[in-house]
């Protein structure tokens, strides 16, 4: 399971190494791409054949299916892990994401994100802030789905 925390140094040349517990689950060839709220996903294959059967499911015609296929397809690229674990960012990837000298890894149990330390700090406030919120609005009825 892809689970906690990790921070990596990215090298001048744009490599960084993954967490050696997220490789062990994850493979040496992964897929990145852009993530929501300004982080990058990582994933196995496995992983983005779902992935890509969730975001293209729809119809070609719902203009949401378009614009999700753009932003998370478009963007992705495979990556082969180096024998020390390492890969190197692709500039817009690097770019979008706003990373520097480090990058944290957050294992979501099926996939990883990665965080500039900018960004991470946000949004791990914004969560701080708002996590009653956040955790009321999944247990309502109407974020809940029946089996």
Request: glycine share 8%.
């Amino acid at each position: 399971m892809l689970i906690g925390e990790y921070v990596s140094k990215v090298s001048a040349k744009k490599r960084v190494a993954v967490p050696k517990k997220f490789r062990e689950v994850l493979g040496d060839e992964l897929i990145v791409t852009r993530g929501y709220e300004g982080c990058l996903v990582l994933v196995d294959r496995e992983r983005w054949e779902q992935i890509t059967k969730e975001v293209t499911g729809g119809s070609f015609i719902n203009k949401q299916v378009r614009d999700s296929g753009r932003f998370l397809l478009a963007g992705a690229h495979e990556v082969f892990l180096d024998e020390q674990g390492r890969f190197v960012l692709p500039d817009g990837l690097y770019e979008y994401a706003d990373l520097n000298a480090s990058a944290h890894f957050l294992g979501l149990s099926n996939w990883v994100e990665i965080w500039s330390d900018k960004k991470w700090k946000d949004q791990e406030s914004y969560i701080k802030e708002h996590g009653d919120e956040i955790a009321q609005q999944l247990s309502s009825p109407e974020q809940t789905h029946e089996s």
